[in-house]
T-cell receptor, first 113, second 113 residues
Framework: AQKVTQTQTSISVMEKTTVTMDCVYETQDSSYFLFWYKQTASGEIVFLIR??????ENATVGHYSLNFQKPKSSIGLIITATQIEDSAVYFC??????????FGSGTKVIVLP | GALVYQYPRRTICKSGTSMRMECQAV??????VAWYRQSPQKTFELIAL?????????EQNFTQEKFPISHPNLSFSSMTVLNAYLEDRGLYLC?????????FGPGTRLTVL
């Protein structure tokens, strides 16, 4: 069985700074996929970024980047130059190929002006 | 592009009654559909993973008797919450899976009175 753990429940940061969120996972699979999503105030789930376990290079999309440390089973999310609209709940998740996701408990990010 | 629709977006039902929700994939073929529930202030729990022409796999704490799922083709799935009670309230998400990708619908928010 897979397990995803996010220990930070809430983080507040000033606008235009960088925020880092932690996530560790457990899996018996040799190949797997790691994701970060954000949930907006309306409840909508928005896909942000993905890391494939076999890739050593950290994924980067826009102002989102990942800190993938496979030996530590860790996949941190880094948001640079934060904006007010980045305020949301961020979920780390993982799955195998064509299977369902296992989600972490979420980290609420509050970006202050 | 790939889109996933869910209907209804919001619904209210009386305790002990049942309600059906639908999930429609547009622009791609979803080989599998995962149904999740997010209870208030909680993370997303996988209810079941449905693959066309295969048995539906329910997670622990969720049963076919309580959450029957229909998945007749590669673009449509429905799930019914039978005999709903207060603990069934929350946001029900449909995740349509095509290989590496999983596309989420906007969710059906269930309120139980």
């Amino acid at each position: 069985a897979q397990k995803v753990t996010q220990t930070q429940t809430s983080i507040s940061v000033m606008e235009k700074t960088t925020v880092t969120m932690d996530c560790v996972y457990e899996t018996q699979d040799s190949s797997y996929f790691l994701f970060w999503y954000k949930q907006t105030a309306s409840g909508e789930i928005v896909f942000l970024i993905r890391q494939d376990s076999y890739k050593k290079e950290n994924a980067t999309v826009g102002h989102y980047s990942l800190n993938f440390q496979k030996p530590k089973s860790s996949i941190g999310l880094i948001i640079t130059a934060t904006q007010i609209e980045d305020s949301a709940v961020y979920f780390c998740a993982m799955r195998g190929f064509a299977s369902a996701l296992t989600f972490g408990s979420g980290t609420k990010v509050i970006v202050l002006p | 592009g790939a889109l996933v629709y869910q209907y209804p977006r919001r619904t209210i039902c009386k305790s002990g009654t049942s309600m059906r929700m639908e999930c429609q994939a547009v622009g791609f073929q979803a080989t599998s559909v995962a149904w999740y529930r997010q209870s208030p202030q909680k993370t997303f729990e996988l209810i079941a993973l449905s693959t066309v022409n295969s048995a539906i796999k329910y997670e622990q704490n969720f049963t076919q008797e309580k959450f029957p799922i229909s998945h007749p083709n590669l673009s449509f799935s429905s799930m019914t919450v039978l005999n709903a009670y207060l603990e069934d309230r929350g946001l029900y998400l449909c995740g349509a899976i095509q290989g590496y990708e999983q596309y989420f619908g906007p969710g059906t928010r269930l309120t139980v009175l």
